[in-house]
């Protein structure tokens, strides 16, 4: 799931793993989303537990070794850990694990804390130089699992600055929640495989609904972001879902990533059930881009906008995922999509550099040509880390920026924004917020037309309460 753009989300894999051990009878302490520690009725705290995406890998070794200076044992999972195996063996972790860890934390926790290693002998692992490193098992029964181990000094740290309904704003206590695990999709550049495995496991509706009625009536939330790889992919359970999020009747909205095959019947079920906005990877700008991407799945920019379009149609906001950096661009593909990029009628798009994370076929194919080892590079937007022998990194950060404008400072996206705002006037608030955002990034001119309507009203012809 994408984070950019958003405030620091709720560490929702280690608050998984939180309550599994609170179950397990420990207490669990969160020194910050990346990093808890663990102790019992009886002894002090001993075990710190990590997560790193690539991006935050050098904060988490840098807050495990502080851990390992004050003697307590360190164990390091989530996306990292599990694409990256053998090349962590030399950091400062006891334990590495990989895949899902909510039934192995325990096992780990009661070998470390009450010197009981049997519930470890069950788990596939081996030790490399003084690291153990375990393959947890694929959990089956999602259901089995505990709620997250929450708590609202996290949920009020986060929140949906891009455009969204509600606006950042008059988000409250915005939180994350799965309702599968795993896709159906093989993407070159998705590390999903490497903890979730292949396929999708899906959680029982109702338990999804109980999570959401209790995000209500626990911590207010009135903004849930579904962090599942592709919501909709199952399409009796999506409607099944939607059908129950209805019913609640919570009042609460929600955003979500998905899949361009989506059935248009699961989209309305879901405009009818509180979704605000939907996420589509296009990943190409260009159809040449996207024939090279995604060989497997060609579409064209014809029905990919009559898609967005529908979504625009029944109230959501569509947000494009977009990547560039590969290192076969030219300049001659880079003025293609200068070309096509202003037809996408998207009402927000994000333009990433293709970024290999380890453990995926990307990673395989362009490790050899990476121009960082600075894992803080691997955020996906900070620069490009692949070598391209046409385009330099000073020139494709003039490419992204332009192409933001471009796109932002369409008559496309004018066109759109107008009939958005005619249609749903409160969207005015989100608007506003949205630009606001857009300009702190240079992401658009000053002079875009929908800029002038947004702010003053200019052109709408009709009555906007902005509730400011």
């Not at 950096?325 to 996408?344: A, C, D, M, Q, S």
């Amino acid at each position: 799931m994408d984070f950019h753009g958003h405030g620091r989300p709720e560490p929702i894999g280690l608050e998984y793993i939180a309550g599994s051990l609170a179950l397990a009878g420990y207490s669990c302490h969160f020194r910050s989303n990346n990093e808890f520690v663990l102790s019992s009725a009886s002894e002090p705290a001993c075990l710190c537990l990590f997560s790193a995406l690539s991006c935050e890998y050098l904060d988490v070794i840098d807050a495990a070794k502080r851990a390992k200076a004050r003697g307590d044992i360190t164990v390091l999972g989530g996306y990292q850990a599990s694409g990256s195996q053998d090349d962590l063996t030399d950091g400062p972790f006891d334990y590495v694990v990989i895949g899902e860890g909510e039934e192995v934390a325990p096992a780990i926790a009661k070998a470390v804390i009450r010197g009981d290693s049997s519930d470890l002998y069950g788990f596939e692992s081996r030790t490399v130089g003084s690291v153990r490193i375990i393959r947890a098992p694929r959990i089956t029964d999602l259901d089995a699992l505990p709620e997250p181990l929450r708590a609202k000094e996290r949920l009020v740290k986060y929140r949906i600055y891009d455009l969204m309904w509600p606006p950042a704003s008059q988000q409250q206590n915005t939180a994350l929640v799965l309702g599968s695990r795993g896709c159906a999709n093989d993407c070159d550049f998705c590390a999903s495989s490497t903890v979730w495995g292949r396929g999708i496991r899906l959680r029982s509706t109702d338990r999804v609904v109980k999570e959401l009625q209790d995000l209500k009536s626990d911590f207010g939330t009135n903004t849930v972001v579904f962090i599942d790889q592709s919501l909709g992919q199952a399409k009796r359970w999506t409607l099944d879902l939607c059908d129950a999020i209805k019913s609640a009747n919570l009042g609460i909205h929600w955003y979500h990533q998905s899949n361009l095959t989506i059935h248009r019947d699961v989209i309305r079920a879901m405009a009818e059930a509180g979704c605000s906005k939907i996420g589509f990877g296009l990943e190409g700008i260009s159809p040449r881009a996207i024939s090279i991407i995604k060989p497997a799945n060609p579409c064209d920019i014809d029905s990919v906008n009559s898609l967005f379009d529908y979504c625009n149609s029944l109230g959501l906001f569509v947000k494009v995922y977009l990547m560039i950096g590969f290192p076969w661009e030219t300049e001659e593909i880079v003025k293609e999509y200068f070309e096509w990029l202003p037809r996408i009628r998207a009402n927000q798009v994000k333009i990433s550099y293709v970024t290999p994370f380890p453990g995926t076929r990307d990673w395989a194919r362009f490790r050899k040509q990476l121009i960082t080892s600075n894992w803080c590079d691997f955020d996906t937007v900070r620069m490009p880390v692949v070598h391209n022998p046409n385009i330099s990194v000073e020139r494709y950060h003039e490419i992204r920026a332009e192409l933001f404008r471009s796109f932002y400072g369409s008559p496309t996206y004018a066109d759109l924004t107008r009939r958005m705002l005619r249609a749903h006037p409160h969207y005015i608030d989100s608007y506003l917020e949205f630009a606001d955002y857009l300009h702190q990034f240079a992401m658009v001119s000053g002079d875009a037309p929908w800029l002038g309507w947004v702010r003053y009203g200019q052109g709408l012809n009709v009555s906007v309460a902005t509730g400011r």
